[in-house]
Each structure stands twice: as structure tokens, then as C-alpha cells.
């Protein structure tokens, strides 16, 4: 086994870790390490994401599920829109934008495209976890607005499609400042809804690329993935996500950093 593949497996642990813990980040580990290590195209490597995060947070959930930790009246409520969005977006709006876009005299590619909004959204993401979270204890439907609930939905469906990731990354604050969810709860309920919309979404895009999948380095990454998910779930009872968030919010936002300088920047 090559160095690069080797280190591609190891990192592979830090999906599984960092869905355990927070009930998001997966994807966003996942799609730079399919990219940048395994050489894998950006718009490919969204599609292996989603099956990877798929199967790694469907275990996961079954986990929180077991623990009484999801909430599924906010897994209905919010999931069904993102996953009809995920699933449209997989099977119709990514395959329908041009290899290369023009704007005027200036032009991008598809794959370029898809990392620079990898890059943004990590970057949001990271410091959205940055800011202290408010623990809530309890939960009144007449809070709930039903119509921002579903906007949210397919807000998270469109983006979680195009850039091939989960969305835990944008679920798990809505559900803790919208839905008023505490926070292990929200990353139980998080995991459930992202192993729905991840597999839906692989669907949609295994129709049209299923010729160009690697199964063998899908496999064994999933493994590593699980395996992760394992020991992210050891992690979290014996410390605080709330500490652990920071650590993660600045690998992420260093992460989202390099991703844009380096398709901005350093690419030919």
C-alpha cells in the first residue's frame, strides 16, 4: 500500500470521529481527502462522499437511537424537505451544469466551482462552531415556524447535494437555535437525518456516475469511516463536544482556508 493511500485510510478515522462527536463534519473531511489525497474529481468525489457519510452516520444514528437521543417528530419535520431536495439536486442540478460556466469574458470550471463553495461553507461552518452554544433543556411546537422550518430544509438540500455533503454542518445549528434542541440531542437527531438524505442523495447521483465508481477504495474508506464513528462515540462520553468543538472549528476553518487559496491561488 502507497504512502499517500495509507494516509488517505488514517485520515478516513477522522470522518467517522468527527460525525460521532458533533453529528456533522463528515462530508467536510471526506471531499478535500477524496480530492486532494486520492486524486479523485471534485464532482466524483461529492458522490463517494455521500455514500461514505451515508453508512457512517447510519450506524452512528442507530447508536443515538439506542441511546434515546433523536428526536424523530425534528428528523420528519426538517428531513423530509432536505432529502426531496438532496435527491433533485444529485439527480438533476449537478449533472445539468456545464463542465465549464461563463460569466461575460470570465469563465470557471464545474469542478473549481464545486470546491470554492466547499471552501465558503467550511469556513461558515467553522465559525458558527466558534460561538458558544446555548443549551436548552425543552421544546414548545407553538415555537416552531413551520414555514422557515421547511425554507431551512430545502436550503440545507440544495447545498448538502451540490457539494456532496451530509449538511450536519448547517442541521446541527439550526436544530439547537430553531428547533430549541439540546445538544446531544441535535447531534443524535443530525446523524438520523443526514444517513437519509446522504444515502438518498448517492442514489440520485449513482444513476449517473455509477460507471466511474472506485467500490474498492469506497469499501475500505467506509471501514476506516466506521471504525471512526466508533471511536467518536467513546469520545463524546468521556468529554464535553462543547470543548471539543473549538479544536474541530479551527482544523475546519484551516481546512476551508487552504481549499480556497489553493483553487484560487496555487492552481494552474
Same mark, same amino acid.
Given at each position: 500500500?502507497?504512502?499517500?493511500?495509507?494516509?488517505?485510510? #488514517? =485520515?478516513?478515522? =477522522?470522518?467517522?470521529?468527527?460525525?460521532?462527536?458533533?453529528?456533522?463534519?463528515?462530508?467536510? &473531511?471526506?471531499?478535500?481527502?477524496?480530492?486532494?489525497?486520492?486524486?479523485?474529481?471534485?464532482?466524483?468525489?461529492?458522490?463517494?462522499?455521500?455514500?461514505?457519510?451515508? *453508512?457512517?452516520?447510519?450506524?452512528?444514528?442507530?447508536?443515538?437511537?439506542?441511546?434515546?437521543?433523536?428526536? =424523530?417528530?425534528?428528523?420528519?419535520?426538517?428531513?423530509?424537505?432536505?432529502?426531496?431536495?438532496?435527491?433533485?439536486?444529485?439527480?438533476?442540478?449537478?449533472?445539468?451544469?456545464? #463542465?465549464?460556466?461563463?460569466?461575460?469574458?470570465?469563465?470557471?470550471?464545474?469542478?473549481?466551482?464545486?470546491?470554492?463553495?466547499?471552501?465558503?461553507?467550511?469556513?461558515?461552518?467553522?465559525?458558527?462552531? &466558534?460561538?458558544?452554544?446555548?443549551?436548552?433543556?425543552?421544546?414548545?411546537?407553538?415555537?416552531?415556524?413551520?414555514?422557515?422550518?421547511?425554507? &431551512?430544509?430545502? #436550503?440545507?438540500?440544495?447545498?448538502?447535494?451540490?457539494?456532496?455533503?451530509?449538511?450536519?454542518?448547517?442541521?446541527?445549528? *439550526?436544530?439547537?437555535?430553531?428547533?430549541?434542541?439540546?445538544?446531544?440531542?441535535? *447531534?443524535?437527531?443530525?446523524?438520523?437525518?443526514?444517513?437519509?438524505?446522504?444515502? *438518498?442523495?448517492?442514489?440520485?447521483?449513482?444513476?449517473?456516475?455509477?460507471?466511474?465508481?472506485?467500490?474498492?477504495?469506497?469499501?475500505?474508506?467506509?471501514?476506516?469511516?466506521?471504525?471512526?464513528?466508533?471511536?467518536?462515540?467513546?469520545?463524546?462520553?468521556?468529554?464535553?463536544?462543547?470543548?471539543?468543538?473549538?479544536?474541530?472549528?479551527?482544523?475546519?476553518?484551516?481546512?476551508?482556508?487552504?481549499?480556497?487559496?489553493?483553487?484560487? &491561488?496555487?492552481?494552474?
Amino acid at each position: 500500500m502507497e504512502f499517500y493511500t495509507f494516509l488517505g485510510y #488514517f =485520515f478516513a478515522l =477522522f470522518v467517522g470521529i468527527t460525525l460521532g462527536v458533533f453529528g456533522s463534519g463528515g462530508s467536510i &473531511l471526506a471531499v478535500p481527502i477524496l480530492v486532494y489525497v486520492f486524486g479523485i474529481a471534485s464532482d466524483l468525489a461529492t458522490g463517494y462522499s455521500l455514500f461514505i457519510v451515508g *453508512i457512517t452516520s447510519l450506524v452512528g444514528g442507530i447508536h443515538k437511537i439506542n441511546e434515546k437521543l433523536v428526536d =424523530f417528530k425534528k428528523v420528519f419535520l426538517f428531513g423530509i424537505p432536505t432529502v426531496i431536495t438532496v435527491f433533485l439536486t444529485r439527480k438533476f442540478g449537478v449533472p445539468a451544469i456545464p #463542465f465549464e460556466i461563463h460569466f461575460y469574458d470570465f469563465a470557471i470550471k464545474k469542478t473549481l466551482l464545486i470546491m470554492i463553495v466547499f471552501g465558503v461553507f467550511m469556513i461558515f461552518s467553522a465559525i458558527k462552531m &466558534l460561538k458558544p452554544t446555548k443549551e436548552v433543556s425543552s421544546f414548545k411546537d407553538h415555537q416552531i415556524n413551520y414555514l422557515l422550518i421547511i425554507i &431551512l430544509g430545502i #436550503f440545507v438540500g440544495i447545498v448538502a447535494g451540490f457539494v456532496g455533503a451530509g449538511g450536519g454542518f448547517l442541521i446541527v445549528p *439550526i436544530l439547537i437555535y430553531y428547533l430549541n434542541t439540546p445538544l446531544k440531542i441535535a *447531534i443524535g437527531t443530525s446523524l438520523v437525518i443526514v444517513s437519509i438524505q446522504s444515502s *438518498i442523495g448517492f442514489l440520485g447521483d449513482f444513476f449517473v456516475n455509477r460507471a466511474a465508481y472506485n467500490w474498492h477504495l469506497l469499501i475500505i474508506f467506509s471501514i476506516c469511516s466506521l471504525l471512526g464513528i466508533w471511536i467518536g462515540n467513546f469520545i463524546i462520553k468521556k468529554i464535553k463536544a462543547e470543548k471539543l468543538k473549538y479544536v474541530f472549528a479551527v482544523f475546519i476553518l484551516t481546512m476551508g482556508l487552504f481549499i480556497l487559496v489553493k483553487e484560487l &491561488l496555487l492552481s494552474k
